[in-house]
């Protein structure tokens, strides 16, 4: 296993971990303030950090003066006010590149009109209006992006496809988003795999995006049929398959590293919800940390499709691993990245992973991240994406298995 830092980065978290879980149980017991978001937004949109980043932060400052309350239908109507503008900027463009730069620009403020969930009306506007912006951006795109929609359960599952242009068939990352992200946003991460000859489909999480069904301990199915249904696309090397699971995507990434180890070449699993999380006593006052911006707590309801938070935490323990019966067994090569200081999720769980079943292990361990690794700067999630997971990445594709 590698390591960034060679410390006892464990024992170090465990510590930091009973503090930080233990202050925040005395403390953090409410969400921000509507002026506390907007201060924090904004200063979070001056240094690209999550979940503002990409976002202009004069637009971010334009937005923020149209929001008075902590109501969700008027922060959806901030974000479109200023998004409307740049569609119509777009819609008026002298040249394509012109009107790409807009739709892009408007996609992203559309897109975090309707964060973390789309829990009121306006905020389903809002993300229909994503969608639509974000497709007229993939309109330019070369190669170009596929709308894939896979039959299932009466249903569909709706996901991005984008495959290098090459003449023999092709490794491809299945790139799973989290709770708050979105497929969109995890295709325009994955625009920096192309140039290495690597493809990915982009999906949302259960119960995010146009996920077809809620989370739940079954959820993962959804990727079992999308693993299917790559098998039958003869541009696609099926036998080299991955999968990259951001945080809540990353517990549907170290579950499939399990279930679905015979199909896949490798799994990065970052910051992954493995068993202490579920547990009461650190996933309640986990609702409120600080280092998420807003509204937890409504995302997971939204997630999960529970009306109340005791639901929710009545719920939570049959999603672990442990509980499913899956820690301890084999898996596919897994990659795990994360950060000691990460208050959504514990370290322990990614020492849990680490250190149980069989299979190879591989780690990257940021002494001094947050959640997914990330630190204000420096670590961000594009250069953790450059630097250390696409390099994860290519070198699987050409280990031969």
């Known amino acids: 296993m590698r390591y960034r830092h060679p410390v006892n980065w464990f024992c170090l978290a465990l510590a930091i971990g009973l503090i930080t879980l233990a202050g925040r149980a005395r403390a953090q017991t409410a969400d921000r303030t509507i002026e506390e978001i907007k201060v924090e937004a904004q200063a979070r949109a001056e240094r690209g950090a999550y979940p503002l980043g990409g976002l202009n932060p004069a637009d971010v400052r334009d937005a923020l003066a149209k929001i008075n309350t902590r109501d969700p239908d008027d922060w959806a109507a901030g974000w479109s006010a200023i998004a409307d503008g740049y569609i119509a900027k777009a819609k008026a463009a002298a040249t394509p590149a012109e009107a790409d730069a807009n739709y892009l620009r408007a996609w992203r403020l559309y897109y975090f009109g309707q964060w973390p969930a789309a829990t009121s009306e306006g905020k389903k506007a809002s993300y229909a209006k994503a969608l639509d912006a974000y497709l007229l951006h993939a309109r330019t795109l070369d190669p170009p992006l596929e709308i894939v929609r896979i039959p299932f359960e009466g249903s569909q599952i709706v996901a991005y496809l984008r495959l290098p242009k090459l003449s023999q068939p092709v490794p491809v990352v299945i790139a799973i988003a989290g709770l708050d992200s979105r497929k969109e946003t995890v295709a325009e991460t994955y625009a920096a795999a192309l140039p290495f000859g690597i493809g990915f489909i982009a999906i949302d999480s259960p119960g995010t995006g146009q996920a077809p069904v809620k989370a739940s301990e079954t959820a993962d199915r959804m990727y079992s049929r999308v693993i299917d249904y790559l098998a039958t696309r003869p541009e696609i090397d099926k036998s080299r398959l991955l999968v990259h699971g951001q945080s809540f995507g990353g517990y549907w990434a170290a579950k499939l590293a399990h279930t679905e180890r015979e199909r896949l070449l490798g799994v990065v699993a970052q910051s992954p919800a493995v068993h202490t999380y579920y547990q009461a006593d650190y996933f309640r006052p986990s609702m409120y940390t600080r ?111």
């Open 291 to 401: 280092e998420y911006l807003f509204d937890r707590a409504p995302a997971y309801l939204a997630v999960y499709g529970k009306a109340t938070l005791d639901e929710l935490y009545e719920f939570m323990p049959k999603m672990s691993l442990q509980a499913l019966g899956l820690l301890g067994q084999p898996t596919a090569p897994l990659f795990i990245v994360g950060g000691v200081k990460d208050t959504q999720v514990p370290i322990a769980d990614l020492d849990l992973l680490i250190h149980t079943g069989s299979g190879p292990r591989e780690a990257w361990i940021n002494a001094a991240g947050g959640h997914m690794g990330r630190e204000r700067t420096g670590w961000t999630d594009p250069v953790i994406f450059r630097k250390v997971i696409l390099p994860w990445e290519v070198r699987m594709i050409a280990t031969e298995r």
